[in-house]
T-cell receptor, first 113, second 113 residues
């Protein structure tokens, strides 16, 4: 079964500390991986996708196919990074499920001053 | 605001009742996705419509149904409501049928009493 697992529901760090939000996936084929973020009182929005290999707001995520992980990292957390973060996966092939995202349970990140 | 619009924002109803949630996609987007977010299940994919046609179904109950109209707005109908249906229901849209970059609405919070 297709599954995305975020083992931590809550994660707290202090400002300036490194942060890593874990994501593991169990997926047939080679899925496309994403991180979505939901700031307080805002809608869920795309943060980054692994095929772009980009850094958004200082965050990066490396796809490790051997470990089937896609952890989100930032070397120096900021208070404005406090939000709910969702890891998601989608099939890369066509078929009846294209466009469908499977989300993890989400991790609430709190960055303390 | 040309983003995804969902109405109503909040809905409180009794068990056994039927409700309709409405979603207007972003201008130009042809795909609409419905997700259910509950405390214990996270974000669960329900159904995907592309240009009026159903494209994929997820864990959608038989008591639930959806449709996408010619003007591309979508409605999610929930019937014979149970307490466990209380959740946040998100609609998302994307340009194509296979796009993985979803744009989310603010959600409709349904409370079944």
């Amino acid at each position: 079964a297709q599954r995305v697992t975020q083992p931590e529901k809550l994660l707290s760090v202090f400002k300036g500390a490194p942060v890593e939000l874990k994501c593991n996936y169990s997926y047939s084929g080679s899925p496309e991986l994403f991180w979505y973020v939901q700031y307080s009182r805002q809608r869920l929005q795309l943060l980054l996708r692994h095929i772009s290999r980009e850094s958004i707001k200082g965050f990066t995520a490396d796809l490790n196919k051997g470990e089937t992980s896609f952890h989100l990292k930032k070397p120096f957390a900021q208070e404005e990074d406090s939000a709910m973060y969702y890891c998601a996966a989608a099939p890369t092939a066509g078929g009846t499920s294209y466009g469908k995202l499977t989300f993890g349970q989400g991790t609430i990140l709190t960055v303390h001053p | 605001d040309s983003g995804v619009t969902q109405t109503p924002k909040h809905l409180i109803t009794a068990t056994g009742q039927r409700v309709t949630l409405r979603c207007s996609p972003r201008s130009g987007d042809l795909s609409v996705y419905w997700y259910q977010q509950s405390l214990d299940q996270g974000l669960q994919f329900l159904i995907h419509y592309y240009n009026g046609e159903e494209r994929a179904k997820g864990n959608i109950l038989e008591r639930f149904s959806a449709q996408q109209f010619p003007d591309l707005h979508s409605e999610l109908n929930l019937s014979s409501l149970e307490l466990g249906d209380s959740a946040l229901y998100f609609c998302a849209s994307s340009v194509g049928g296979a796009s993985k970059t979803l744009h989310f609405g603010n959600g409709t919070r349904l409370t079944v009493t």
